[in-house]
């Protein structure tokens, strides 16, 4: 379990109890692992103490904040080598729930990755005004046609991949620094022939912290969609 943290301090504890507790209560070998970015409300600190009174949860401290992209690739790079045969992905603010974390694994017994979708049938969104529902299809739509791909949730963040797609894909084959990350590893999964399935999730808004969503974030995921469309017809035509 990879979830990285930028001034979660109300979340990082509660967040990481309830999925120590699912894991247990699945029966999953699993190992939670907390990447700070150095956090100015101390996130590293409070987690670095409960991983001290918790054997299956550690701490990856950052030196700065460089976005969610480079944090990821460095948490998947630290659980290739404790020999991780499935990573999943999720966020630190609740608005995953990590009661689903079961289902997404256990898709990937017959996928290489499984996506928590918010669009699909039996996917949801909870606590997002009219707004930014929108916002988010459209945000998918475009991703979706430009891209081509068979897949209705690129922007969501909540993910299991198998251990190939980590090796091949997540940890080093990816550039985007923002939310971008999310489209480029499903398109790079895709491209590359791995079985991606989307599993129903609701999301819920944050109910504390503050969201690291901005429009420069944005800007820097709809141009990435386009240099991905662009890198895949210089392909074909060589």
């Known amino acids: 379990m990879c979830i990285p943290t930028y001034d979660e301090a109300e979340n990082v504890v509660p967040l990481v109890t309830s999925v120590v507790g699912e894991l247990e209560r699945a029966g999953l070998d699993g190992h939670v692992l907390v990447i700070d970015d150095d956090s100015p409300d101390g996130t590293g600190a409070i987690a670095e103490e409960l991983a001290r009174r918790e054997p299956r949860v550690s701490v990856l401290h950052r030196r ?5 992209g480079p944090a990821y690739r460095d948490g998947f790079r630290r659980a290739l080598d404790a020999g991780a045969a499935a990573v999943v992905e999720m966020d630190c603010d ?28 039996g996917g949801g969104i909870s606590r997002w005004g009219l707004a930014r529902r929108a916002i988010s299809r459209a945000g998918c739509w475009y991703a979706r046609t430009v891209l081509g791909l068979p897949v209705r949730d690129l922007t969501g ?5 198998r251990r190939p797609v980590v090796e091949q894909v997540a940890a080093g084959g990816t550039r985007a620094a923002g ?13 590359r022939g791995f079985e991606v399935v989307e599993v129903p999730i609701r999301f ?14 944005a800007v820097e995921a709809a141009l990435l969609v386009l240099r991905l469309r662009l890198g895949r017809l210089g392909r074909a035509r060589r």
Not at 64 to 68: A, D, T, V, W
Not at 96 to 106: G, N, Q
């Open 64 to 68: 700065e904040k460089q976005g969610l």
């Open 94 to 121: 609740f608005s995953h729930d990590p009661a689903a974390v079961p289902a997404l694994v256990s898709a990937t017994a017959d996928a290489d990755l499984a996506i928590g979708s918010r669009y699909v049938e």
């Open 157 to 161: 963040g909540f993910k299991c991949f």
């Open 179 to 191: 939310y971008g990350f999310q489209i480029e590893t499903t398109f790079r999964a895709h491209e």
């Open 204 to 217: 819920t808004d944050r109910g504390a912290g503050k969201s690291k969503m901005s429009w420069r974030i």
